[in-house]
């Protein structure tokens, strides 16, 4: 079920006995929810090895399973997303489903199946659901998009750090012993208060609160120590990526700075880039979750203005 890192990530924080529902094949709900998504995030690794993340997006339908072991993505890729460009037959993939409506949020990692140009099929291999925690709830609404090329960022400019102080969503994605049936690439949310996150320099602090315990990501980054994050601007549908080295503090080195903190995690940024208006979608109206509500920032416990 787990991969050894996964357990010694679960045995670092003091878990014992970690169990949940990871399926080998999507149960009927999953492949139900997928179908009902506008959008879907999904991870793989690039030429170097490097995680990377992306957002596909389309008309409710534009995924289907045909079968428990298969999730389709009908959409057009971009010639000039490096994560859309990974996923090529036979590489790892990993996908995560979150319905910003209910919180409800379901993964399945795999691997690449048939693809296209217009066409990702993923042949899932684990499935799991995730809690709601942390999830804030926002009303989407259509938006056109317009999207323009590929920005690479040298260095991380004023929107870039804007957008990361600003967060109270973003998304990680790592990869490590794809060569197990228990590894493989994972995608994963983030949530928390806006100031969640701490942005000194080049290099992101990102507090890691109570969860379902599984370990899925530091044990992946203590494998292989370089993460990928997305973030989303709701209100302008860009996509910011990042890359970076990693650094697990088990033992909350930096003192606990953020109320809720279990742990805390490092990004040291080697790779950035932006789409600007690439999403069809926006987000308004955000109603921060009860688990949110019960953390605290890098910049005091004020509450969030939603």
Sequence with gaps: MFHPDELRAQALAGFSSVSGGIYPAMPDQHREFFAHLPYLFVAAPDERGWPVATVFSGPTGFLRSPDAAHLRISSARRPDDPAQAALQTGAPVGALGLDFSNRRRNRVNGVVGRTDKNRVEIIVRQSFGNCPQYIQRRELYP???????????????????????????????????????????????????????NLVGETLWIPDFRGNRYMNTLGNLLAQPRAALLFIDFAQGDILHLQGETRILWQAENGNEVQGAERYWRVDLANAWRFRRALPWRGRNVEFSPATLGTGTWHGDNQPQT
């Design 143 to 197: 938006a056109p998009a317009r999207p323009l090329p590929i920005e690479h960022l040298g260095v991380l400019d004023d929107d870039a750090r804007k957008l990361i102080r600003q967060a109270d969503t973003c998304f990680v994605a790592s990869c490590a012993h794809c060569h197990l049936s228990q590894g493989g690439v994972d995608i994963s949310h983030r949530g928390g208060k806006p100031g969640f996150i």
